[in-house]
């Protein structure tokens, strides 16, 4: 699929839906895990919030801020015109007014992200808009374009590159945060352009955490989520690593993991609801005596698209429906709490083929051990 | 000035008390107390969230990492703080903060309603928020209905934020070192250029000198083209650029130091007359000078050129805790320079081709004039700060 395709898709739906002009809102914030209509519907990241304003008849405009971010957003994707302003909302009057009637009506979608104060003056100007299209919008085309998913190839070879660099330098002695920042600086040289890089170590960690000062220490289970975005895609691989020698039962229990987390990868292919993969992770844990552990607090979902623009299919969750479609891109990650060894993680970006499951990373998760 | 946000933070954050004591977070906790009674507000909200927590850092230290964070203050009493993240994660989220109740957010409405249920047997809650401008609209109707059946809420963001403009001679200190990391960032930048590096080069060289140096985060923009504006580092091209502008941002201990460089090999006539306006706009910079005062000094010496687009809004802002805190000094405000504020004095110039020059200098107005923290490119000065903190 290309860009192209996926605007033309956007456009059907609005024609089904009666929408003669949509709003797309960014707040410039983009995480790997939430959606952005704006980078989905003009490949552009913005700095500060911006707009697309995109008709049925296929002319759009991408509105941005601040104003010297012009030329960045004049070079993307967008495929109508770009007005670069430090005065948002001006601007998007100015540019509403001369819209006139629209056949059907107007929607605005992620006004949830953006300020309270600018969407509440989105609201005043534009009254009537239909403020449920967010979910339409994602499902009228789920898929990556072909570019989106080299971006995601480049940015899986990162991330693994990234947990290499890891072994270099977490050791005893070193903390948390100065390896996490490490490994971004090391990501960014080789061109990631962000990371959600969670990073945390103790003999017994209750979750995932972003890194504190806390020194590694030997015996520490360290966890990670590296996260590298390459030209505005997310990718995440998750890794558990053992600070000197696993012990049985470490090594017992993280092999169950990861039979749960291909449990799920192999379920995969074209035409099933998300929730099965879910239900196949949880099985192997459930299995194995930790269905409790398969539900909150302890479990929300077991992997998530991956944006920055659409984060379709959504959660790796029981409750996730969606039907999974050929190009799409999620991670797995049943990353799981035991109560013998603590949070656990392993999970991989994947991308759905044909008939299954392509793995994103060329090296899959086992349990790494840093020699002390 | 915007620049690019980062998903995640990654730097040393924990809440050090070496650095900034509980005593100082105990004497801007009584000050918004103070400032809160005379609102009439009985209880306090205080929002941040990863991109823009200046309010909640102040009084709280916490740094929210994982999406928005609150504080919520009473006129007597512990302040707790409702963090984003499973319970699993509030053992990090700890690590951040003095405060020592520090709780999932849960959902927002329904963890405020039960706080704001606890509070209305003493009478209608009247809700003051601070940071509620920046809040994002969804936990904003969030907040707004949660407190709906038990009073309203008062945004007094300007009567707080003016608590945060005189700095105490401990964020002086902080401030201090996170210029000291600029100029190391800085000079870092210079290096690589005059090694020939590549734009994309160089910015990374700079960032991590800075981390080197101490700095919990690293922004800069730079240019991608001979004299082109500062723009995110994105993609692979790594191509030598001349001039090269750039925005520079380090934060020590949750201060922000910032400033624009331009760095080139010769000095064109765009940099002449933006370090021209900026030196003059030096010269004015004192207690009640205003937003106008400083734009007059600016422009008796940037013409024939252009102001930068850069730098077309405002002179400068107050800057500490934020990145861009008041006052703002626009070009079309009165804003005035207090004594004990911290500011970025910034000038651009736009003359023809790539002939474009970015400058700015970080200053603190004392009680006749202004000291500069933060010297940029050809301004006097530009090595004193090189002594660091610890």
């Given amino acids: ?372 | 000035m915007r620049m690019r946000n980062t998903a995640l933070l990654t730097g040393p954050y924990d809440w050090d008390a070496a650095l900034l004591p509980l005593a100082e977070f105990e004497a801007r906790l009584a000050a918004v107390r103070r400032a809160l009674a005379e609102t009439g507000a009985t209880a306090l909200l205080v929002h941040g969230h990863s991109m823009e927590h200046g309010a909640l850092a102040y009084v709280t230290g916490f740094v929210p990492k994982l999406g928005p964070a609150f504080a919520l203050v009473q006129r007597e009493g512990p302040v707790r703080i409702f963090a984003s993240g499973g319970p699993g994660m509030m053992r990090s989220a700890k690590l951040l903060t003095w405060v020592e109740d520090v709780r999932p957010l849960g959902n927002l409405r329904n963890t405020l309603s039960e706080c704001f249920g606890d509070m209305v047997r003493d009478g209608r809650v009247a809700l003051g928020l601070w940071g509620g401008r920046t809040m994002a609209q969804r936990p904003y109707v969030a907040v707004a209905s949660a407190i709906q059946s038990f009073g309203g809420i008062i945004e007094i963001d300007d009567k707080l934020d003016a608590l945060r403009r005189s700095k105490s001679p401990r964020e002086m200190e902080l401030l201090r070192e996170a210029c000291r990391i600029l100029s190391v960032a800085c000079d870092a930048l210079e290096r690589a250029i005059a090694e020939d590096s590549g734009a994309r080069s160089a910015a990374l060289a700079a960032e991590r000198a800075a981390f080197a140096a101490g700095a919990q985060d690293v922004r800069i923009l730079a240019s991608a083209r001979d004299g082109g504006p500062p723009l995110p580092i994105d993609g692979s091209s790594d191509i030598r650029v001349a001039p090269l502008l750039a925005c520079l941002a380090v934060r020590f201990s949750g201060y922000w130091a910032a400033g624009l460089a331009t760095v080139s090999g010769t000095q064109g006539g765009a940099l002449a007359r933006a370090e021209a306006a900026l030196a003059g706009m030096l010269r004015e910079a004192r207690p009640g000078a205003t937003s106008s005062d400083l734009l007059r000094a600016e422009e008796r010496h940037l013409p024939p050129y252009k102001f930068h687009p850069l730098v077309e809004n405002a002179v400068g802002n107050g800057i500490g805790l934020s990145f861009e805190e008041s006052p703002n000094l626009g070009r079309e405000e009165e804003a005035r320079l207090e004594e004990g504020g911290v500011y970025t004095l910034h000038s651009g110039a736009m003359g023809k081709g790539s002939d474009s020059a970015v400058v700015s200098a970080m200053i603190a107005v004392s009680g006749t004039g202004s000291e500069v923290l933060w010297p940029a490119a050809g301004q006097p000065g530009k090595k004193e700060n090189s002594k660091g903190l610890r």
């Avoid at chain 1, 997310?234 to 749960?260: H, M, N, W």
């Fill in chain 1, 1 to 372: 699929m290309d860009f192209d395709a996926r605007i033309e898709a956007m456009l059907r739906r609005m024609a089904s839906d009666e929408i003669g002009l949509l709003i797309a809102c960014s707040s410039g914030f983009q995480m790997p895990d939430r959606p952005d209509p704006v980078v989905h519907l003009s490949g552009y990241r913005s700095l500060g919030e911006s707009f697309v304003l995109l008709r049925r008849d296929g002319t759009s405009k991408l509105i941005v801020s601040p104003a010297y971010d012009a030329e960045r957003a004049s070079a993307g994707r967008s495929p109508g015109a770009v007005i670069a302003t430090n005065d948002l909302i001006g601007a998007l009057s100015r540019e509403l007014a001369n819209v006139g009637k629209i056949p059907g009506c107007a929607a605005i979608v992620g006004i949830d992200a953006i300020p309270h104060f600018l969407a509440e003056r989105l609201l005043a100007i534009s009254e009537d808009a239909m403020l449920s299209f967010d979910d339409a919008f994602y499902n009228a085309n789920g898929r990556k374009t072909a570019a989106e998913i080299g971006k995601a190839r480049r940015a899986a070879e990162i991330a693994e590159r990234g947990l290499e660099r890891l072994h270099d330098v977490a050791r005893p002695g070193v903390r948390e945060c100065d390896v996490a920042v490490e490994l971004n600086s090391y990501m960014r040289s080789l061109g990631a352009d962000d990371n959600f890089l969670m990073l945390c170590s103790s003999p017994h960690n209750p979750a995932v955490m972003p890194s504190s000062n806390r020194k590694i220490e030997s015996g520490d289970i360290l966890i990670t989520e590296l996260t590298p975005s390459y030209e505005g895609q997310f990718v995440q691989i998750c890794r558990t690593v053992v600070v000197g020698p696993p012990s049985a039962l470490l090594q017992e229990k993280y092999d169950l993991v990861l039979r749960a987390m291909w449990a799920g990868i192999e379920t995969i292919r074209p035409g099933i609801p998300m929730s099965r993969v879910c239900a196949a992770i949880d099985e192997v844990l459930a299995a194995a005596g930790y269905a409790e552990y398969c539900r909150p607090p302890h479990m929300r979902r077991r992997g998530h698209g991956l944006g920055c623009g659409s984060v379709a299919p959504g959660d790796v969750a029981a409750n996730n429906d969606t039907v999974l479609e050929e190009d799409m891109i999620f991670v797995v990650h049943p990353n799981q709490y035991l109560p013998e060894t603590g949070y656990l993680m392993c999970g991989e970006p994947v991308r759905v083929t044909a008939t299954g499951a392509e793995t994103l990373s060329a090296r899959t998760a086992d349990l790494a051990i840093i020699n002390t």
